[in-house]
């Protein structure tokens, strides 16, 4: 047995607080076979693989105890003073470990680490919004999509995103608001004490970015697809618009376990994801770990679960990207005003050869639900940034989703061909504006 010990993983003391988060080193169907699965296959296998595990026993053996998610809450200091605790996200193929001693994470890492990459806690950000103006309670507004999206085409036909799934990992939703009264929203708020805990309540949201977003995907009078079932994990915390990577790990694994379902298991689903890691304030071994940890972490989703995960590029401007924005697994969006100009605000560049972002959406100005006053009104603003293009771009993924039936990479590359294309560099705009078509 090969001896693994946590000073060449770069721990140089045992975190009694903060999660270890273990993500599995491969997809575990589709990039190691070369049949064919159906979406359904996909996620009956991935939903039978996590309920069991080899590692689990080894584990135990070495004096860590399982809590399951959902459980009940707790207090975390009471358990990491009593033993070294872990949370198995079989869906995402992970683990988020507790050691409580260096001894227990010189155990685990011993365990895990032929299979797993293994780093500690990391944080993320959702990108500053660049502007907002505060529009009321003017639900009437008139609202007409830009032709060029080719939305009222969609409606025409009877498209407006039935059947699809779509996850959004965001600061919450408001389920009260008037443009969600008529929607269930399934909902999970994730701890940021105690991210094992998660609350399943009616949707809610203090900052008001969520409900921004998701009314663009969804909402009734002013959402691209208002018709698709939306799957919410509130995983930003409004005040420091910073969340963990322990959260995102858990958000996605709640997540892509609803879609495994045997109700769900055929459906397409898209996840929107306005957050990111900017790499300049980590060091290169920490940069190199988040990065393959990241990626495998999209792999996942993409091959073995067939989420098309959509990723804002960030809002610091030109030649700068945020991750996961600039993967390859992910579909890059960026920013464009109404008159397809892109926006000032809009990242990108050229990353490890790759360019991105991969394509643009509107992400000016953009006109949706934000919250609700004291007296119960719903009000609306206008907000700008990559955060606004990409709930457009997912909106019109579910309606190309919906007309197709397709999914995951297929739903990608479709994406991608049927582009508008603009006469902008492609660090600028990438292949072009998103469209149904």
């Known amino acids: 047995m090969i001896n693994f010990k946590s ?63 959902h459980e ?105 608001h008037w443009q969600f009264r008529d929607q269930h929203i399934h909902y999970r708020y994730v701890n940021p004490l105690d991210p094992r805990h998660l609350r399943k309540v009616r949707g809610f949201d203090t900052d008001g970015h969520g409900t921004h977003v998701c009314g663009i995907i969804a909402g009734a009078d002013y959402g691209v697809a208002p018709d698709v079932e939306m799957c919410v994990a509130s995983v930003i915390e409004s005040e420091t618009s910073r969340t963990a990577l322990e959260r995102i790990v858990t958000g996605l694994d709640w997540f892509t376990k609803h879609i495994s379902s045997q109700e769900n298991s055929e ?22 770990l988040l990065n393959t940890v990241i990626g495998q972490l999209l792999d996942t989703l993409l091959y073995d679960l067939d989420v098309l995960p959509v990723v804002a590029i960030g809002n610091e401007g030109p030649g700068i990207s945020r991750s996961p924005g600039n993967f390859p697994s992910v579909l890059s969006v960026g920013s464009v ?34 919250e609700r006053s004291p007296q119960n009104r719903s009000i609306y603003a206008e907000k700008s940034g990559t955060s606004m293009a990409t709930p457009y771009v997912t909106g019109i993924a579910a309606l190309v989703a919906q007309k197709y039936g397709i999914s995951g990479l297929d739903l990608k590359n479709h994406l991608l061909r049927n582009t508008l294309n603009l006469a902008y560099p ?8 998103a469209r149904y078509k």
């Open 7 to 69: 000073e060449q993983f770069g721990f140089k003391k045992y975190p009694s607080q903060e999660g270890l988060i273990a993500v599995k080193k491969k997809t575990r169907l589709s990039a190691s076979s070369s049949k064919k699965f159906s979406v359904k296959e996909k996620r009956e296998y991935i939903n039978s693989d996590a309920q069991s595990s080899l590692k689990v026993e080894d584990l135990k053996f070495a004096g860590f105890e399982e809590v399951p998610i």
């Open 72 to 176: 009940k809450k707790f207090s975390t200091n009471d358990i990491i003073k009593d033993k070294p605790i872990y949370n198995r996200m079989g869906h995402i193929g992970a683990y988020i470990l507790y050691p409580n001693k260096k001894r227990d994470l010189d155990h685990a890492i011993e365990i895990l680490a032929n299979d797993y990459d293994i780093i500690p806690n990391i944080m993320a950000y959702m990108p500053p919004t660049v502007k907002t103006e505060i529009r009321g309670d003017r639900r009437n507004q008139e609202i007409t999509f830009p032709k060029e999206s080719a939305i009222e085409l969609a409606r025409n036909q009877g498209i407006s995103g039935l059947g699809v799934m779509v996850g959004v990992l965001d600061t919450g939703c408001d389920a009260d």
């Open 267 to 288: 459906k397409p689903a898209i996840l929107n994801l306005s957050l990111g890691f900017l790499d300049f304030y980590l060091s290169p071994s920490e940069k190199q």
């Open 337 to 370: 005003s109404d008159k397809l100009q892109p926006s000032s605000f809009s990242g990108g560049g050229t990353l490890n050869g790759r360019t991105v972002p991969d394509l643009v959406g509107f992400g000016d100005e953009i006109y949706s639900s934000l």
């Open 426 to 433: 492609q660090d600028r705009v990438g292949q072009g504006l």
